[in-house]
């Protein structure tokens, strides 16, 4: 069953339901981001609703400003200015911007991004704590972000592969989902990959990490970006690979989020992968996520 905390602030009342045992997800009603400062009791709470629930839905966020929404990400944590510019809002760079409709003829930010399993740059030797996503418009038959609770899936995990992943490093590599740009034009494939690669090289984490607030053991590998087990030969790694895959994608681990109007979320990378969803052509979406480091060590063992 859920606990309901109210709380009453300033003549506000502030609702917080946190998830169910076993289960993910909390949900706050009467908070307006917009009055979080890094001192406030509000950003602690936050944080640590974050670490026991993994994603918190934050309700009726109406008015928020992209400057407002950025202050919000500075009172959490530290935001991140992703490394590739193409993705940035054109006056706040710490905005990512998904988007699939360019006004004016404007390219602004890029279309169709994370619609498969993976957890947000994994890929880099200091992935990202925590993301928030606050969408502008939505498509009418797509409006969910699916996750899976990958303590639960270790948890859960059969000895064969625990044993495959216990002692191993999974390397990350973000090369197969970089994005053609207009800039591209007339250089090979071979070229793009290189160069890319060249920017944001493979990088290895281990298989199994151990969070640094809570201890949990968290199976830390995604479809998207984890290409293998270090020490495994190729042919091993597609099997292995495909029967982790397999388990993790299972119907049952999978929770869905069904975005509503005014939603803020936000969500810790080192215990879920998530997957947004496909929108029918035609249709569009605009959603404008900060990538925030908590400034702690990703897992146990791992410089800050
Ligand atoms: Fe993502």
Redesign the pocket.
């Known amino acids: 069953m859920n606990t309901a905390v109210l709380e009453k602030e300033d003549d506000v009342v502030v609702s917080i339901i946190e998830a169910a045992p076993g289960k993910i997800g909390a949900e706050v009603f009467g908070w307006d981001v917009r009055n979080f400062t890094k001192e406030s009791s509000e950003a602690e709470t936050l944080r640590q609703l974050i670490y026991r629930n993994k994603i918190v839905v934050i309700r009726g966020q109406k008015e928020l400003s992209e400057q407002e929404y950025v202050n919000f990400a500075h009172a959490v944590g530290r935001p991140q200015v992703y490394f590739q510019p193409q993705y940035h809002h054109p006056n706040h760079p710490e905005i990512f911007v998904s988007n699939s409709l360019n006004e004016e003829g404007k390219k602004f930010g890029v279309s169709g991004t ?1 619609r498969y399993w ?1 957890t ?1 740059c994994s890929f880099e030797k200091h992935p990202l704590s925590f ?1 928030a996503v606050r969408p502008i418009f939505f498509p009418k038959s797509a409006r969910a972000t699916s996750y899976v609770d990958m303590a639960r899936v270790y948890r859960a995990l059969p000895d064969n592969l625990k044993a495959y992943v216990n002692t191993r490093m999974a390397l990350q590599e973000a090369w197969p989902r970089y994005k053609v740009q207009a800039s591209d034009l007339d250089r090979s494939i071979a070229e793009l990959i290189e160069n890319f690669k060249a920017e944001c090289p493979p990088c290895p984490h281990p298989a199994v990490i151990e969070h640094p607030v809570t201890g949990e053991k968290i199976l830390y590998i995604s479809s998207g970006f984890t290409s293998g087990l270090v020490g495994l030969s190729y042919e091993e790694n597609q099997k292995v690979m495909k029967e982790l895959f397999d388990f993790v994608e299972q119907p049952e681990f999978i929770h869905t989020h069904f975005w509503e109007d005014h939603d803020l979320l936000i969500w810790e990378n080192r215990a879920l992968i ?1 997957k947004g969803s496909k929108a029918n052509p035609g249709e569009h979406s605009r959603m404008y996520r900060i990538g925030i480091y908590d400034d702690l060590p990703f897992y146990v063992g791992i410089d800050k």
Do not use: I, M
């Open positions: 994370g993976h947000d993301t998530h």
